[in-house]
């Protein structure tokens, strides 16, 4: 029988790409009709990053693992797993784990790629935390990296203002105290509702006729005010449920909430109707904008490094995102 294994947080890491993008640049650069005001009051986004020439959810995901290794005392030999999460790998063969893999001198262990959108993080964590606890690894490195402003429409004003790029990553190792690291991990998904976020892809079954040069296929698309609803309604449930799964395994509460940046009033709405203490949230959204699967584990990097999460802390972090996935973990620091 295989002896079960704690999966301990052991290090992480972020990277941001150098470009700070104001709000004011969709108007005064791209001529969009809208303000900084309405995305500051709608949104909470001041301003977000851009990946510049030459960088890549691969090379910011790279960024961001070499510093979870390091801040895990460990080196990239140490590495036993390498799981991606991404919408926007570099290439769609191979994955973007391969490519980091690579880039950081790992050996031949398994790399591969997760997709889950926002969700992806946290759908990446729950693998790294399985092989961790079986044995099968004794440290995974889980990744989130994206460069999702290549694939919105900068004439949409609905969507391009909400999206940056960004990696987060973090290291799991195996414990034997089972009551350190990743406790809970919950994953839901409904693909009934896939058209409320898409970015199509080259090998969508239904191209539009035209040569490929005039083809907008790979733009992304959201219904806003839908996965408003929906992002509220679950994270609700999320915080519930996670409330409920902390009393379970005799934890006195959750210290600090790591929610999925999309938006401020998303976040407010969630507080409110769980009375969760805004004082114990950790938002970023206000400098980095969404950043789908790097938005959890950078927050979380920023939230340790910065003193806002300790030792011994109960974690919850929340995502929720296209597909519809949504998704959670507590984690004890
Ligand atoms: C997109 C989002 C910011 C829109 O905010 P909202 O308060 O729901 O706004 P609405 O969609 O109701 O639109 C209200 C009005 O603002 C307008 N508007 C939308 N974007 C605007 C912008 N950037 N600037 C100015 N006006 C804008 C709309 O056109 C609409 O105008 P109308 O009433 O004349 O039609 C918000 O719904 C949201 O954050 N949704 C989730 C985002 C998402 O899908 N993230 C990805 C997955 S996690």
Redesign the pocket.
Known sequence: MTQLLGAALRGTGSCLPARVVPNDE?TEVLN????DE??RT??GIRERRFAGSGESSATLGTDAARKAIESAGLTPADIDLIVCATVTPDLMCPATANLIQAALGCRHVPAFDIAA??SGFLYALSVGAQYVRTGAAKHALVIGAEVLTRTVDFTD???????GDGAGAVVLSGTPVLTAGVRTIRLYSDGSRQE??QVPSRVTPNPPPGPPQLQRLDY?R???????RF?VTRMVELIEQARADARELGLSGIDVLIP?Q??Q??IDAALESTEFPADRVVVNLDKYG?T?AASVPIALDEALRAGRCKPGDTVLLV????GLTWSSALVTL
Request: proline letters at 0%.
């Open positions: 969709f969009l009709d809208t303000t309405w995305i709608r949104t959108a926002c004003r609905n969507s391009c203002i909400l999206f409320l976020i992304m959201i219904s806003g005010r839908e996965v408003f992002a999925h999309v938006n009033r998303i969404n789908s995502a929720f995102g296209g």
